[in-house]
């Protein structure tokens, strides 16, 4: 099982940035893919997910990001994307991308995970 993440990197603050998550070595279509983030000295917070294919493919964001970021997901190619708008450095954090059978963006929620990819946002 494999998940890798990447597109970090440094924005300024009102930049994007858009994260991809590669996905390998179970069956992506039945898995709730989700995406988190942990700041330095923080806990890891649950950023949003998208449900399964075989599901309702509903998306979920938490409240910090509604209407900024947007999860998609790929299916042919094994991917889940994460299109981060209007980025404030409150967003600079280690993101993760995660897989598990319930939609959920609590992090117990989840079996396998990436190593994480780097966001920062200044000026």
């Known amino acids: 099982v494999q998940l890798v993440e990447s597109g970090g990197g440094l924005v300024q603050p009102g930049g994007s940035l858009r994260l991809s998550c590669a996905a390998s070595?179970?069956?992506?279509?039945?898995?709730?893919i989700g995406w988190f983030r942990q700041a330095p000295g923080k806990e890891r917070e649950g950023v949003s997910y998208?449900?399964?294919?075989?599901?309702?493919?509903?998306?979920y964001y938490s409240d910090f990001v509604e209407g900024r970021f947007t999860i998609s997901r790929d299916n042919s190619k094994n991917m889940v994307y994460l299109q981060m708008n209007s980025l404030k450095h409150e967003d600079t954090a280690v993101y993760y991308c995660?897989?598990?059978?319930?939609?959920?963006?609590?992090?117990?929620?989840?079996?396998?995970w990436g190593q994480g990819t780097q966001v920062t946002v200044s000026s």
């Open positions: 070595g179970f069956a992506f279509d039945y898995y709730v």
């Open positions: 998208i449900s399964s294919s075989t599901g309702t493919g509903r998306t």
């Open positions: 995660a897989a598990g059978r319930v939609a959920s963006l609590r992090t117990f929620a989840y079996d396998f």
